[in-house]
């Protein structure tokens, strides 16, 4: 008798991938620590300080990573999520102008309160944005078309979206065809969707819950994707 699969397998963490930044790897496992995590990063700097400064103080955020001895002091129980933005956030305060709040113009006149609200509503956009690009990025390596679809009817990366009969046309497939390939395509990006979150949470309670919060907030950006 086989023994039975666990419910959430066990891969190779992204707190596992930390422990490699210092290791005998440590170049490669920085390079692809950086090249996967600088869009939301950037992202989060911006909604903090504003564009120019987050662009003016970005590249310094990996080394104060790297020398503060941030990783190796880091709660492993947490969410891999929680624990990369609150490193961010801590970046942002050590680098806000004096007397300036820690807030777009687009929040002046909120509350602390409210803006702490506003900042974890970006941010969870931010980074479901980014495990979405993750996710096609995981699907275009095994299935383009798939990848390709679904962007275009969807409108991803800043397109406008294609109509089902132009798709099909662009893809050379009859409607029939398209629809069964969009269906096929929707289901498989919602799997590595999971496969990347699985990776960020280790407590299988904490991962239901974070791939509930990443799921809602795609479908709210993007009605009927995932």
Do not use: C, N
């Not at 699907?139 to 294609?162: K, M, N, S």
């Not at 990006?189 to 799921?215: C, H, K, M, N, Q």
């Amino acid at each position: 008798m086989h023994d039975a699969e666990p419910a959430h397998p066990t891969l190779q963490t992204r707190w596992s991938m930390l422990d490699r930044l210092h290791g005998s790897d440590a170049a490669p496992a920085w390079s692809w620590f950086v090249e996967r995590y600088r869009p939301a990063i950037t992202a989060t700097l911006e909604h903090w300080l504003g564009p120019a400064r987050a662009h003016e103080i970005g590249d310094g955020f990996w080394g104060y990573l790297f020398d503060g001895g941030v990783l190796q002091r880091a709660d492993r129980s947490r969410r891999f999520r929680h624990f990369l933005w609150g490193i961010a956030r801590m970046y942002a305060r050590k680098h806000l102008v004096p007397g300036r709040e820690a807030s777009l113009p687009a929040e002046a006149g909120l509350d602390a309160e409210a803006r702490v609200e506003s900042a974890e509503s970006a941010e969870m956009r931010l980074w479901s944005a980014r495990v979405l690009q993750l996710a096609i990025e995981a699907v275009r390596r095994d299935h383009p078309d798939d990848a390709r679809a679904i962007e275009l009817f969807y409108g991803l990366g800043d397109r406008d979206p294609v109509s089902a009969p132009e798709l099909a046309r662009l893809l050379d497939r009859k409607i029939g065809a398209l629809h069964v390939l969009l269906h096929r395509a929707r289901h498989r990006l919602r799997d590595r969707v999971v496969a990347e979150l699985r990776e960020t949470v280790r407590e299988s309670g904490e991962l239901d819950e974070e791939i509930a919060l990443i799921l809602a907030s795609v479908q709210r950006d993007h009605p009927g994707l995932v």
